[in-house]
């Protein structure tokens, strides 16, 4: 299996763009989960999808940031508009269930400038 | 969630054995213990995961006392390649337990030197 695949690796923007990171969790894993890392706040779970239908959503940082998994094979997370802040490594990780083993992808380093 | 504490990072040389103790006082009873591995650039690895006593995989064994407030992560013979930073978590791996909130503190970041 390839893996989580993520989407772009590295993205540069300007501060109000729209940003989309794309995901493509592992075959036959039911959960994918949104993770965001920075040094001072180190990695935090964003967004959590079990079976395609959001969770739990409690780790969105507000309205600009918004999540959905049309079908069991890709996600995406958008934010709009886009601010210095959001600068950040954007992983996304999968498993079989809520309580197995994620699964990371290789992270989009988003910079906002 | 029960907080974790952890050595913020740890020196070692190549063929070593690395114990890196992770402590965790307000386990509760249905908390598994999760290590994981982050190389820099990628995403974290899952290593090992256990409840009590002792764990081995072909990476790695987990030594967790009979009290569970601890427990050590144990890397036989690193290598340079073993240069990381290591998670210690713990969360509630029971039927709608929230253990998929994976708490990543700082973590310990290992080095391995030659």
């Known amino acids: 299996d390839a893996g989580v695949i993520q989407s772009p690796r590295h993205e540069v923007t300007e501060m109000g763009q729209e940003v989309t990171l794309r995901c493509k969790p592992i075959s036959g894993h039911n959960s994918l989960f949104w993770y965001r890392q920075t040094m001072m706040r180190g990695l935090e779970l964003l967004i959590y999808f079990n079976n395609n239908v959001p969770i739990d959503d409690s780790g969105m940082p507000e309205d600009r940031f918004s999540a959905k998994m049309p079908n069991a094979s890709f996600s995406t997370l958008k934010i709009q508009p886009s601010e210095p802040r959001d600068s950040a490594v954007y992983f996304c990780a999968s498993s079989r269930g809520q309580q197995e083993t994620q699964y990371f992808g290789p992270g989009t380093r988003l910079l906002v400038l | 969630l029960a907080k974790t504490t952890q050595p913020i990072s740890m020196d070692s040389y190549e063929g070593q054995e690395v114990n890196i103790t992770c402590s965790h006082n307000n386990i509760a009873t249905n908390d598994y213990i999760t290590w994981y591995q982050q190389f820099p650039s990628q995403g974290p690895r899952f290593i090992i995961q256990?409840?009590?006593t002792k764990v081995t995989n072909e990476v790695a064994s987990l030594f967790i006392p009979a009290d569970r407030k601890s427990s050590t992560l144990s890397l036989p013979r690193v290598s340079l390649s073993d240069t990381a930073v290591y998670y210690c978590l713990v969360g509630d791996m029971s039927s709608g337990g929230s253990n998929y909130k994976l708490t990543f503190g700082k973590g310990t970041l290992l080095t391995v030197n030659p």
């Open positions: 256990g409840y009590k």
